[in-house]
């Protein structure tokens, strides 16, 4: 028997990108383990991701290519060859692109994060064709504009760091859940004294282990940064120094704020007015006392209308305090752009012949449903899938469903199961998992560039999606060099070696050694030097002006919520977050058996009054419903969900569901103030007992 310890990497949408040791027993991987010597996996895996392998060898992987034979939707497949297969996509997209190319689109997001099996050759393959391009918005869009506008780019406070904060704000993220190896550190932060603050409209896993948990109506984040600014420029809790040498615009804020007193804060974001001023004065004191204090911002406070203005706010608070001037304090949203990655040479945007129109990803119900128009352009007749499971995760999904079900749709699906979306496919193609193919990795929550190695070899008929696009262009007559390049060739292109940060950069021994960090300062801002136009944190921002936003922080209300839309609030009056599961990673691992059996059923979370009000009583099923859809979950009544707000914990494949259907039914399509983002959870539904 042969043994070998493989090195690779999560692939997975998460802040963490761990740092894997797959251990293989004669061609079959056994076991997956955290690097115990990785700097922030250290040792420790969640328990999706130990559970890899259960994944991979899963009864239900997709091992050979298919072609539908049911109904779209049904589910019903033929095992056919890879060359008929290619052959028939060829031919269907050749014929649509000698009308018009753009009626071709390709929807992709974060099933793997590698920059190999992500946007590389897919990329080139489309941008060579001349497709319709996508808006990758569904995550992140809105908050890193907001961030770039106030510090500009998407860099902060090392993971690796927080341990040594005095005050760390976990704001609007669940790392319990969603960024374990962040939550080791403030958890060694707490044992050596810090104080935690979870803000947060419920009470998740981490808020129950903060010191505090303040509990802000979903959408009104931005309020409250800006009533913490009040209290703090009222009170002088500042740092004058920093503020008069690395800020633009203190004047203005100071007007700006004054009308946010604690009072008026308090009311628009539902707490009270001593959770108000007790966070600002905590927060600027324990910074006068020259402690490090810490803000982690996460993904939930910018799934709403005023989600960019929310993290743009929250983003301004660390220069009024000095918070900056210690390596563990200041703010981290995102650490993407800590890697200068190379995208012109991964994806060639210069084989794209002419300018293309873009469709926005959480748009896709909309755009699958809309007619050619001179604003819209040409009908969508075919869409290839990689990478995602939007018929589970696109919001307003009776509209994603319907527009997926269209007969005239070619659709071509690249996966490992047959999701919800899958079962739409044409033709289903199966792709490798992260233990079958080769990539390399930036991160979004540390500074490490990760190295994958394949430890097995595919199973089944399986192929990376580099391979689909390569044997897919060959058929279309590409002959551009870089459509012949291997896995290992793209990689060794991913970072762009004249930036300091990469300089040290060589594939080869990153695929040797697993990981490598990029070349970036400890305390990125302590000297000022923000990478913005201006070089200051921009309380006042011209590029805003520019954009037709508001130069200066503000508020901006939630599409929906009682106090922004009364008249929609009257039949619907709840408002609903569908934030990630524990035991799910978006929509993937929720057919793996021990993973939903843990998560148990979908659920809904509703405050005792608002159950009582509704004669619901816990364990009944629920319906849960406004004037775009509905779907069935179990009510769980509990005070963790704040009075006026249900929540339902996502994300779940509809048709392992008792009634096919999630919480997306319920979600819009409408976007955020910047980035085109979603809103997810700007959502006013009603909620009967079934
Ligand atoms: N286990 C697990 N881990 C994951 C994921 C997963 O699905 N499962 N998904 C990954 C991905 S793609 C992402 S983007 C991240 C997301 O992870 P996070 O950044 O943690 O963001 P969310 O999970 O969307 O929301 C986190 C918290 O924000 C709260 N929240 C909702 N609305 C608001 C609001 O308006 N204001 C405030 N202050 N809080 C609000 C929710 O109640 C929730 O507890 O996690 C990644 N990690
Ligand atoms: N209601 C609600 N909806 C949400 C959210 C929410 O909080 N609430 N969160 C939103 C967020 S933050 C995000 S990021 C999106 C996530 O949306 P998606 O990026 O679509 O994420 P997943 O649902 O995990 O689907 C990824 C799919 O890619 C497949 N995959 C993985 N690796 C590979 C590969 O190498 N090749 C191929 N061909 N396929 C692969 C997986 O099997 C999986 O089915 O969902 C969004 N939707
Ligand atoms: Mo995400």
Sequence with gaps: MTTSIVRATCPHDCPDTCALLVTVKDGVATEVRG???????????????????????????????????????????????????????????????????????????????????????????????????LDRTICSAAGGVGYKYSIGARIGTDVEQFQNAKLILIWGGNPIAS????????????????????????????????????????????????????VLIAENLLDEDYIARHTLGFDQLRERVREWTPQRTAQTCGITVEEVEQLAREYGASARRGEPVAIRVNYGVQRTHGGGMAVRNIACLPALVGAWRHAAG??????????????????????????????????????????????????????????????????????????????????????????????????LLPATTQLEHVDIHTTYGHMYMMANNAAIAPLGEAKPNTEVFRLLAARMGFDDPCFKESDDDIAAQAFNKDDVRAIHFDWDSLKQKGWQKVNMPEAPFADGGFPTPSGKCEFYCERMKAAGLDPLPAYVPPHESLASSPELGKDYPLAMISPPARNFLNSTFVNVESLRNTEGEPHLDIHPLDAAHRGIEDGNPVRIFNARGSFVAKARVTEKARQGLVVGLSIWWKKLTADGKNANEVTSQRTTDMGNGPTFYDVLVQVEKV
């Design 179 to 230: 960024n374990l190896h962040f939550w080791m550190r403030a958890q060694e932060a707490k044992r050596r004294g810090a104080k935690l603050i979870a803000i947060d409209p419920y009470r998740s896993l981490t808020a129950e282990k903060c010191h505090q948990h303040i509990a802000p109506l979903p959408g009104t984040d931005a309020a409250l940064a800006l009533g913490m600014m009040h």
């Design 330 to 427: 200041g703010v981290q949203l995102s650490t993407s752009d800590a890697f200068p990655k190379n995208n012109q040479a991964l994806q060639r945007p210069d084989l794209l012949q002419g300018p293309s129109r873009t469709i926005n990803m959480i748009e896709i119900g909309n755009a699958l449903l809309h007619e050619a128009s001179p604003e819209f352009g040409p009908k969508i007749e075919a869409l290839v899938v990689y990478n995602s499971n939007p018929v589970a995760v696109a919001p307003e999904s009776p509209k994603v469903a319907q527009g997926f079900a269209r007969e005239d749709l070619f659709t071509v699906v690249l996966e490992h199961f047959q999701t919800d979306t899958a079962d739409h496919a044409d033709i």
């Design 35 to 133: 690097d115990p010597d990785h700097p922030t996996t250290a040792g420790v895996l969640c328990t999706k991701v130990s559970r890899y392998t259960e994944r991979t060898y899963h009864k239900d992987r997709l091992l050979y290519p298919m072609k539908r034979i049911g109904r779209k939707g049904e589910g019903k497949f033929e095992r056919i060859s890879w060359d008929e297969a290619l052959d028939t996509i060829a031919a269907r997209l050749k014929e649509i692109a000698a009308r018009n190319p753009q009626a071709i689109l390709p929807y992709s997001y974060c099933g793997t994060m590698g920059l190999v099996q992500g946007e590389s050759m897919a990329a080139r393959f489309f941008h060579k064709l001349g497709a319709s391009l």
